[in-house]
């Protein structure tokens, strides 16, 4: 069985600080690892995916994540935070033939001026 | 805009009455997934087609949930005799599968949200 944890539901930060969204996961198997961005009123986009190929993935508007099999996690980060950047944040977890994947509850990402 | 559309993007309905909603994926993907997003939650799996094939159905789909994909394009998912429990956002998702295992990127669509009174 697979799941996900996001270990805050809320994070602010103030612009122009580093952003740490934290996400540990659980799978009996390798894990494919998602985070999706949602914006109001938009739908869910993808900002990077980890694949068992190189454990520090780079995505958009300069987000990365690092998956440490040891500590089981997947935490997103980000050097500088812009006020663009407040929205909802998804750790998600896949892995299984039929590419089902697991949402957690999401981390609301607030930019304080 | 990732290419797949839903429609309607609201709706408004009052207890009891039924509901269709549309989804239509990227047109060269062979597999469709559907989900509910309820306020501050994540989403959760409904069901999920390879083609025209249905082949799973989470315990969240009840009786009164049906899905369909008949030509293995658009699919449509009805609840009948809605209660205020159904609102929620509901999304659409599709790739390409071939066997690669979980490592497909998702693709979804706006969502539906819908208001039972």
């Known amino acids: 069985a697979q799941s996900v944890t996001q270990l805050d539901s809320h994070v602010s930060v103030s612009e122009g600080t580093p952003v740490l969204l934290r996400c540990n996961y659980s799978?009996?198997?390798?894990?494919?690892l998602f985070w999706y961005v949602q914006h109001p009123n938009k739908g869910l986009q993808l900002l990077l995916k980890?694949?068992?190929?190189?454990?520090l993935v780079k995505g958009i508007n300069g987000f990365e994540a690092e998956f440490k099999k040891s500590e089981t996690s997947f935490h997103l980060t980000k050097p500088s935070a812009h006020m663009s950047d407040a929205a909802e944040y998804f750790c998600v977890v896949s892995g299984s033939w039929d590419s089902k994947i697991i949402f957690g509850s999401g981390t609301r990402l607030s930019i304080r001026p | 805009d990732t290419g797949v559309s839903q429609d309607p993007r609201h709706k408004i309905t009052k207890r009891g009455q039924n509901v269709t909603f549309r989804c239509d994926p990227i047109s060269e993907h062979n597999r469709l997934y559907w989900y509910r997003q309820t306020l501050g939650q994540g989403p959760e799996f409904l069901t999920y087609f390879q083609n025209e094939a249905q082949l799973e159905k989470s315990r969240l789909l009840s009786d009164r949930f049906s899905a369909e994909r008949p030509k293995g394009s658009f699919s449509t998912l009805e609840i009948q005799r809605t209660e205020q429990g159904d609102s929620a956002m509901y999304l659409c998702a599709s790739i390409n599968n071939w066997g690669s295992g979980g490592e497909e990127t998702q693709y979804f669509g706006p969502g539906t949200r819908l208001l039972v009174l």
């Open positions: 980890y694949t068992s190929a190189a454990t």
């Open positions: 799978s009996s198997y390798s894990p494919s």
